[in-house]
């Protein structure tokens, strides 16, 4: 089975342009989870969404930064006019839902620098 | 508000001994999951163990082992006879059954050296 696939793997963009990070979840998961990471900060959360719906989005920056899931089979942040503390390693990962099917696995991450 | 705390920056071992990584956790709820996760140095971030709160018996995978002490807040991550191949870091996780949903929150994690 194929797991949580993220393109794209590295992106480098100029000040002020947009970025798009796509995630394809593990077929029949219904959870999608974004996480940043970076050295200073760790592993922070950012959003997640349960069956396409937005659940939970403490983590995101209040601007620049959104989060959509159309369908079921993708999911996509979004990040208008970066800046170069946006510069992070992006992961997204997907579980199933209920009481021990929840443990969230997770893609190989978009690697972002903004210059 | 839930919180994870690993405070070993790092650790060295010799291939084929046994290390003890530590893990203390904070919640309000009475129903809570902590996972064990293994970063390697490519940046894959892999799922190795999990301890559900409401289960009394260590959780065991392979040469992963937990040890849960609900008291303390303390959930240990043991890798018995570690090989080279064990070199990684490794995140602590805890989700919270209440009202937290399914968002998980990490630890700033534990880099492990495994020398020949």
């Known amino acids: 089975n194929a797991g949580v696939i993220q393109t794209p793997r590295h992106k480098v963009t100029g000040k002020g342009q947009e970025a798009t990070l796509w995630c394809e979840p593990i077929?029949?998961?219904?959870?999608v989870f974004w996480y940043r990471q970076t050295i200073v900060q760790g592993l922070e959360f950012l959003t997640y969404?349960?069956?396409?719906?937005?659940?939970?989005d403490s983590g995101m920056p209040k601007e620049r930064f959104s989060a959509q899931m159309p369908n079921q089979s993708h999911s996509t942040l979004k990040i208008q006019s970066t800046q170069p503390q946006d510069s992070a390693v992006y992961l997204c990962?997907?579980?199933?839902?209920?009481?021990?099917?929840?443990?969230?696995?997770f893609g190989p991450g978009t690697r972002l620098l903004v210059l | 508000a839930q919180k994870v705390t690993q405070t070993q920056t790092s650790i060295s071992v010799m291939e084929k001994t046994t290390v003890t990584m530590d893990c203390v956790y904070e919640?309000?709820?009475?129903?809570?999951?902590l996972f064990w996760y293994k970063q390697t140095a490519s940046g894959e971030i892999v799922f190795l163990i999990r301890?559900?709160?409401?289960?009394?018996e260590n959780a065991t995978v392979g040469h992963y082992s937990l040890n849960f002490q609900k008291p303390k807040s303390s959930i240990g991550l043991i890798i018995t006879a570690t090989q080279i191949e064990d070199s990684a870091v490794y995140f602590c996780?805890?989700?919270?059954?209440?009202?937290?949903?399914?968002?998980?929150?990490f630890g700033s994690g534990t880099r492990l050296l495994v020398s020949p």
């Open positions: 990962a997907s579980s199933r839902l209920g009481v021990g099917q929840d443990t969230q696995y």
């Open positions: 077929s029949g998961h219904s959870a």
């Open positions: 969404f349960r069956n396409q719906a937005p659940i939970d």
């Open positions: 919640t309000q709820d009475s129903s809570y999951f």
């Open positions: 301890q559900d709160s409401y289960k009394k």
């Open positions: 996780a805890m989700r919270e059954g209440g009202t937290g949903g399914y968002k998980v929150v």
